[in-house]
């Protein structure tokens, strides 16, 4: 028996009835030989942790842009904390941490330099709109690996296609438009759980809030700190979830009205903060300038992005490129291509 057969057999004796099993999955768009030692959703979280538009998650904002400061989180700590707090779940309640895991760490490879101010951005420029989750399901799908994409299995694809949330969607749930497995279920919380308690940290180091401006009532349901906050939070999906004996997340009402309560608190005191605002509106205009001028130059834009020729319209390879650019790439050049450079 091989290796991999010994784990997924595993699997089976140890996971629960609604975990998603590794020999069970859905398969792959193309078909390939599996591995003799990793399970399939291992080799997915494997491929993302190894691909180009990994990496440069380090160098993406999360909320405040391009951050001089080495404390503030980016768009790579973010799914770090998201990977780690999904997991925590994940293991609790004897689900496929494997699969959780690739889930979490590829749900955000979509995301655009300067954080929601890019998506934005590029929403409204380009011919077929722009969503970062849609965007990382191209990644994976098209992009990364040098255009070959990563091949990865159903059950990834889709709790990255489907992790977000916006304002309207459940936080916890079987909602309709949610993952189809209970592990894409457990990074959409995360994902919430995640960014809620780091930015709301973020904003306090950065002078944006003061502890005196938290909602006390929120406070007094999840905990003064950090690191009491995600344990409430965490704590009460798993034995929520747990007693329901259902497949799907379930959390107690007094924690779920404390947490949706922050989350409001979030977006009305700092992600529309006049400060953050004033950045975010110079993100806007970076992007929709190089969007602009690139299409307009199809033969530069090849020479810049190091293509010979292009697979999409030229329109949707820009936005494409744009959207893969770290913070700093973009800042530089939009430099080269818009202020003029001192004569040595």
């Not at 997915?44 to 405040?64: A, C, E, G, N």
Request: hydrophobic letters at 35%; aromatic letters at 8%; glycine letters at 6%.
């Amino acid at each position: 028996m091989l290796i991999r057969e010994k784990l997924e057999k595993q699997e089976h004796q140890t996971l629960s009835q609604f975990a998603c099993f590794s020999d069970q999955s859905k398969g792959r768009p193309r078909p390939e030989k599996k591995c003799g030692i990793r399970p399939e959703f291992q080799r997915d979280r494997d491929r993302i942790i190894h691909s180009k538009p990994f990496r440069r998650l380090k160098h993406k904002t999360q909320v405040f842009l391009a951050p001089a400061g080495d404390h503030y989180r980016t768009r790579l700590t973010h799914t770090i904390e998201v990977n780690q707090i999904a997991r925590t779940m994940a293991r609790a309640l004897f689900l496929n941490e494997s699969l959780t895991e690739a889930i979490a760490l590829g749900h955000d490879l979509g995301h655009t330099p300067f954080g929601h101010a890019g998506e934005y951005s590029l929403n409204q420029i380009c011919p077929s709109g722009f969503k970062h989750w849609e965007q990382s399901l191209r990644v994976v799908d098209c992009l990364a690996n040098d255009g070959r994409g990563l091949n990865l299995t159903f059950e990834v694809r889709d709790g990255i296609l489907k992790h977000s949330k916006g304002k309207v969607h459940p936080f916890v749930g079987n909602g309709g438009d949610g993952p189809n497995t209970l592990e894409g279920k457990i990074v959409r919380a995360a994902d919430i759980i995640a960014y809620v308690n780091h930015d709301l940290e973020d904003a306090l180091q950065a002078g944006v809030i003061s502890v005196s401006e938290i909602p006390r009532d929120c406070l007094k349901v999840l905990g003064a700190k950090h690191s009491r906050r995600i344990n409430t939070m965490v704590s009460d999906i798993i034995y929520q979830t747990q007693d329901s004996g259902q497949p799907w997340l379930s959390m107690s009402a007094p924690v779920l009205k404390a947490t949706e309560r922050l989350r409001e608190f979030l977006f009305e005191k700092v992600y529309e903060n006049a400060v953050i605002k004033n950045e975010f509106d110079k993100g806007v205009k970076v992007l929709s300038d190089l969007f602009k001028y690139l299409t307009a130059h199809p033969g530069q834009f090849k020479m810049i992005a190091g293509k010979n020729k292009l697979r999409f319209s030229i329109a949707q390879e820009v936005c494409d490129f744009i959207a893969g650019m770290t913070d700093s790439y973009a800042l530089k050049l939009y430099q080269e291509l818009f202020l003029p450079t001192p004569w040595d």
